[in-house]
């Protein structure tokens, strides 16, 4: 059962050919395939310029540029750099417009992240356009409140971040909403629960484009040992410790402190976007990328910008993500524990009260360590 929290904590908790039987599934379901005419699969990773959630569009683009035979794009909402919640600048590769000039025909899939405004209307009249296209779409975390809000879900089954479980019901009462899944597969929809659903999801689409093979590898590349959509919701809850947790930190948690990833080319998107995001959400810290040149490349391409110089970076704690040799306050060396790994960093620096809620947050589930 879910206990009423504060609405403050509310803006910080968002987050055809047979495959036959997937044995990581235990589904069967169509692949994901170009359409006619079409030598790859055209996929558009969606972002509103200011408050797309970060781990929500970073991971999936980055588990979909791995799966071969895939185009995968950075599309914002309009021109200019994605802002991205709770830290971090990224040029995307191209606006709605330009977007649909280069694919009139529409995107093969589409993955849809949290927004910090699901009412959008440039966002969701593009999605309704998409979908009537044939597009194949999936969200990630509370993206699924943009599909609602579009009504492109209307009959469908569907899941998003427990927090927001009552309120979708209340609010799209056209979507059979389901608990305790990590995603949901109807039709051409997928859907996912919070934050760190991100990895399984994304693995499963990984799967329905370039097979079980291509899914398992990058799976174990980021230390998954399932990817399948057993979870269990009902486990997570935003009580009175939580709620105390948030405001104990908020009020007295100063001097603040800043977790600054050390920016270079060729950082790992999944690994950038968890160590990031968990260090921003105690409530009494933020995250940051420190660098001297004046963007950095990610492995996949994406265009970031530093926030800070590495002389400002002195006055922060500096953090080396996996293959980063260079000498910083926290170091992370490996992929496939980095989310274990950065909890246990922010228990040593904040307690375990807060390590918990960063965990509650993003809907990791501590029990197993995996997502």
Known sequence: MKSLAAPLLCLFLLCAFPLGLSAETGQSAEAIQPKPGRAALVVAVLAQNTGT?????????????????????????????????????????????????????????IVVPAVHDPADKRLTAWLRQQAAKGAFIASICDGSLLLAESGVLDGHEATGHFYTEDNRRTDYPHVTWLANRRYVEDGRFLTSSGVSASLPASLRLVERIAGRGQAQRLAARYGIA??????????????????????????????????????????????????????????ESSSALAGAAASYRSAHSLRFYPDMSMEDAQDALTLALPGDTRKADITLTDSTSLRTDMLKVLEKEHGAATAGFIATQIEYPLENKTP
């Open 226 to 283: 399932s990817y399948g959509p057993g979870h269990d919701s009902d486990s997570f809850n935003v009580g009175f410790g939580e709620i105390r947790t948030a405001l104990t930190n908020f009020l007295f948690g100063w001097p603040r402190s800043t977790y600054a990833v050390l920016g270079k080319d060729g950082m790992d998107e999944v690994d950038l976007a968890f160590a990031v995001d968990m260090g921003a959400r105690s409530w």
């Open 53 to 109: 959630e970060i781990t929500d569009f970073l991971v999936p683009y980055a588990l979909l540029s791995q799966a071969p035979g895939t185009k995968v794009f950075a599309v914002s909402g309009e021109p200019g750099p994605i802002s991205f919640w709770p830290a971090l600048k990224a040029e995307p590769d191209m606006d709605l417009a330009k977007f649909d000039k280069a694919w009139p025909d529409g995107a093969d899939l």
